[in-house]
Each structure stands twice: as structure tokens, then as C-alpha cells.
């Protein structure tokens, strides 16, 4: 295993810029096994757990709705955007962010997630998938393309490929995951090839962006 390097400063990791609704400058918050590749961005209020791996051309943007929180060992893919509008909030323990990802989740690349919204634990976000004004419980696989708007989806339940979801209804009469769901251990995988990348990739950052 390679050694695990203390963080270091990049210049796509900015602070916010003082607005009206954003009147104080914050730094993201990043733990030394993060890592954030050269091409993607986090600006302002962001808080990441230990282990998150963000790919190239992903954006995460604490500069409007404020705070976002990534939970350990989650992924960012390529093209994720993640973001929150100023007036939105969800709640977590007792605390509110505009966007919050809770640990073991995955949003697969160029899927988007658009505050106030909340995923929780071991949720897997399909490609191209979109969650808006949403509260998604644990164990969750939102498919490609799907789209989830102004519900909440309970723990265990999968949102078939391309369906969209918008009312409380459809939530609440999406499928369970069982035993025989094809995709039912996709996450742990997905979740396992990005925690070793988060490991690997940061002395290659490093190197090339500080030497």
C-alpha cells in the first residue's frame, strides 16, 4: 500500500465568494485520504469525510446553498454535479445542509444531485440519474436516467432506469430490493473500486500539480 499523504492545498479547491445569502468565505473541509482529481471542482461550504474519491469534471459547489456534506468512503464520478438552492435545507441529526450525502454512496458519473436534498447511507446513483427536492433513505439504487423530484424514498426500494418519480404516491409504490434484484450488491463493489482510488490517486496529484 502506498503511504497516505497529508492533504495538500489545490488550486481547484477554493472558497466561495461573499454574496448576499453566502456573506462569509469558507474553505472546503478535506481529510488526507481524499481525493480530488485536477479536473473536477469543490468551492466554498463543503465538508468530506475521510476516503472520498471525486473524478474528473465533477463539481461540487458550496456557494449558494450551504453546507454540502459528503460522508466517508463515498463517490464522485465523472461529471457529477452537485449543488443547492440558497433557501433549501434538509435535516441530519439534528443539523441542516442544503445538500447531504451520507457514507458508502455512490453517484455514478454525470448524475446530479440539486439541493435541498438528502441520499443516505449505501445508496447507489445511477448515470445520468437526478434527484432534486428529495429525501432518499439507505440501501437505495436509483438506475440510470432516473428521475427523482419532491419525494422521499424509503430504505431498501430501487427506482427502475429512466422512470420518473414525482409524487409521494410513486415513491411509496416503488419496488423492494430483494434477493434476486441484479443490482442489489452493485454499490458495495462500486464503493470498494473508489475507496482504493482514493488511496492510490493523491501522490499522483500531488506530484504533478506541486513539483
Known amino acids: ?10 488550486k481547484n479547491v477554493i472558497p466561495n465568494p461573499v454574496t448576499s445569502f453566502t456573506p462569509n468565505r469558507y474553505m472546503p473541509l478535506l481529510m488526507p485520504t481524499d481525493a480530488v482529481h485536477p479536473q473536477a471542482s469543490v468551492i466554498g461550504n463543503v465538508i468530506i469525510g ?4 471525486i473524478a474528473p469534471f465533477a463539481s461540487v459547489r458550496g456557494d449558494e446553498g450551504t453546507p454540502i456534506y459528503i460522508g466517508q468512503e463515498s463517490n464522485i464520478q465523472d461529471g ?5 438552492l440558497k433557501n433549501g435545507r434538509v435535516k441530519h441529526d439534528g443539523q441542516e445542509y442544503s445538500v447531504y450525502i ?7 458519473h454525470q448524475s446530479q444531485v440539486h439541493g435541498p436534498a438528502k441520499i443516505g447511507d449505501n445508496v447507489f446513483v445511477g448515470m445520468q440519474a437526478f ?3 428529495s429525501e432518499i433513505g439507505n440501501n437505495v439504487v436509483i438506475e440510470p436516467a432516473a428521475k427523482v423530484i419532491g419525494v422521499k424514498v424509503a430504505d431498501n426500494k430501487f427506482v ?6 414525482k409524487t409521494q404516491e410513486q415513491a411509496d409504490k416503488l419496488p423492494e430490493i430483494t434477493d434476486d434484484y441484479v443490482n442489489k450488491d452493485m454499490n458495495h463493489e462500486v464503493v470498494e473500486v473508489n ?3 482514493a488511496y492510490s490517486y493523491p501522490a499522483n496529484y500531488y506530484m504533478t500539480n506541486f513539483c
Not at 451520507?102 to 455514478?108: H, M, N, P, V, Y
Not at 427502475?160 to 418519480?165: D, I, K, L, M, S
Open 195 to 197: 475507496k482504493e482510488l
Open 1 to 10: 500500500m502506498l503511504p497516505v499523504l497529508p492533504y495538500m492545498p489545490q
Open 131 to 133: 434527484v432534486y427536492k
Open 160 to 165: 427502475p432506469a429512466g422512470e420518473v418519480v
Open 102 to 108: 451520507g457514507k458508502d454512496t455512490s453517484l455514478a
Open 80 to 84: 457529477v454535479v452537485i449543488h443547492g
Open 50 to 53: 475521510r476516503d472520498v474519491n
